[in-house]
């Protein structure tokens, strides 16, 4: 059982497209977090929801939005596409977010976008 | 703003040498600090985390890091790496902004180790 999955593992679109990437955990966690990884590998948190608040928000344009319809899932949307969206994005979660700061995060395997 | 700063971005090894790989950041308060591993083609694990008490923590695997608070550090290392040790080494931070709010969970770029057998 993969206990956090994200749907597509790959994703290649034109500029302009709208897309989204859905996770799922089954970790039983209250947070979850999308994170953007680009060319550099810089690793970048963009949002964070606790049970289906948003918690972090971390300067993405607003051409994403993330939406968590339950605590066990949290998808990201994507409208406008622009080829500098072109990266690997990863879902991830952890326990509770009432102790964040020592909660270990458990990571999907990856969506990598390409815009073409 | 607080960063995590790995210096080494590639690092290329033969079994059975020494590994150390450096971690850095620039916060003064309070932080817990982890190192996550990704093996080629899976996701990233945890690898092991340092949250307070003896500031040598050791990890799965064999690996171990060193906190050393006035030097901001937590550097990885294992006495004799292996093949099986390919992957991409990431050093996070999670710490609480100065004006407040929630933990910002922060990564270093990462360092891409090859062993070679």
């Known amino acids: 059982d993969t206990a956090v999955s994200q749907t597509p593992k790959y994703l290649v679109t034109q500029m302009g497209n709208d897309k989204s990437i859905k996770c799922e955990q089954n970790?039983?966690?209250?947070?979850m977090y999308w994170y953007k990884q680009d060319s550099k590998k810089f690793l970048k948190i963009m949002f964070s929801?606790?049970?289906?608040?948003?918690?972090i928000n971390e300067t993405v344009p607003n051409r994403f939005s993330p939406k968590s319809p339950d605590k066990a899932h949290l998808n990201l949307h994507i409208n406008s596409l622009e080829l500098g969206d072109s990266a690997v994005y990863f879902c991830?979660?952890?326990?509770?977010?009432?102790?964040?700061?020592?909660?270990?995060?458990?990571f999907g395997a990856g969506t990598r976008l390409s815009v073409l | 703003a607080q960063s995590v700063s790995q210096h080494n971005h590639h690092v290329i090894l033969s079994e059975a040498a020494s590994l150390e790989l450096g971690c850095n950041y620039s916060?003064?308060?309070?932080?817990?600090l982890f190192w996550y591993v990704q093996y080629p083609g899976q996701h990233l694990q945890l690898l092991l985390k340092?949250?307070?008490?003896?500031?040598l923590v050791k990890g799965i695997k064999g690996f171990e890091a060193e906190f050393i608070k006035s030097k901001f550090s937590f550097n990885l290392r294992k006495p004799s790496v292996q093949w099986s040790d390919t992957a991409e080494y990431f050093c996070?931070?999670?710490?609480?902004?100065?004006?407040?709010?929630?933990?910002?969970?922060?990564f270093g770029r990462g360092t891409s180790l090859i062993v070679h057998p």
């Open positions: 916060y003064g308060g309070t932080v817990n």
């Open positions: 929801y606790n049970n289906k608040e948003l918690i």
């Open positions: 996070a931070v999670t710490l609480q902004p100065a004006s407040g709010g929630s933990y910002i969970p922060t």
């Open positions: 340092y949250f307070s008490g003896d500031p």
């Open positions: 991830a979660s952890s326990q509770s977010a009432a102790h964040l700061t020592k909660n270990i995060q458990y």
């Open positions: 970790l039983g966690h209250d947070t």
